[in-house]
């Protein structure tokens, strides 16, 4: 099981606006942060400190957070952003990285 | 341009240990964390542990007692072993560079991420 808890899939059409979801108690008090991760590829960062976008990353993709869960939100979805998405931050008990379960973007 | 490159068999046998080594060009390795990654087959992330680069290790509690991670900075390496493999241990795994900061909404605490991936290496336990 997860601390961090992620809708298994999510999907959208084109141009559409996509939401992926990550609960957590500990999302309550500490940032978190968004990997995306292709077929044969390495996870690649999208999202820190829960809403800031790192160089290179872009501006359709935001995050945001209310109370426990993180939200990565992309705005006009291309079909190049179907993916796996994971959210990771620390855990209540003091585990400093831990990820959510993944969640697998379809664009329809 | 950082990059980290894994090396190590690809192919281990149950109940052996499983050693992968990760090195670095573009960094040089000071003052940061270095972690391992996997995700086995049809499963996502697992978070294994990282080292300072003076040589201090966290690892997961669900594998600590199997788990060991060091760092070889004259060689600008950092190297993982896994005892007493199974099946479950098959994965891909990732050796990544961790950015650490100091803060937070209500109080601050020290927090980590990964900013920059290896590709990753196939590793299946299979006798």
């Known amino acids: 099981s997860y601390g961090l808890t992620q809708p298994p899939s999510v999907s959208v059409s084109p141009g559409q606006t996509a939401r992926v979801t990550c609960s957590g108690d500990v999302l309550g008090s500490q940032y978190g942060f968004w990997y995306q991760q292709k077929p044969g590829q390495a996870p690649v960062l999208v999202m820190f400190k829960t809403i800031e976008r790192p160089s290179g990353i872009p501006e359709r993709f935001s995050g945001s957070s209310s109370g426990t869960t993180v939200t990565l939100t992309i705005n006009g979805v291309q079909a190049e952003d179907e993916a796996d998405y994971y959210c990771?931050?620390?855990?209540?008990?003091?585990?400093?990285?831990?990820f959510g379960g993944g969640t697998k973007l379809t664009v329809l | 341009q950082v990059q980290l490159q894994e090396s190590g068999p690809g192919v281990v046998k149950p109940s052996e240990t499983l050693s992968l080594t990760c090195s670095v060009s573009g960094d040089s390795m000071n003052s940061r964390y270095w972690t391992w990654i996997r995700r086995p087959p049809g499963k996502g992330l697992e978070w294994i542990g990282f080292?300072?680069?003076?040589?201090?290790?966290y690892y997961n509690p669900t594998l600590q007692s199997r788990v060991s991670i060091s760092v070889d900075r004259g060689k600008k390496q950092f190297s993982l072993r896994l005892s007493s493999v199974t099946a479950a241990d098959t994965a891909v795994y990732y050796c990544a560079r961790v950015e650490e900061g100091y803060g937070g909404h209500s109080q601050y605490y020290y927090y980590y991420y990964v900013d920059v991936w290896g590709k990753g290496t196939t590793v299946t336990v299979s006798s």
């Open positions: 990771q931050s620390g855990d209540t008990s003091g585990t400093p990285v831990v």
């Open positions: 080292v300072y680069y003076s040589g201090s290790p």
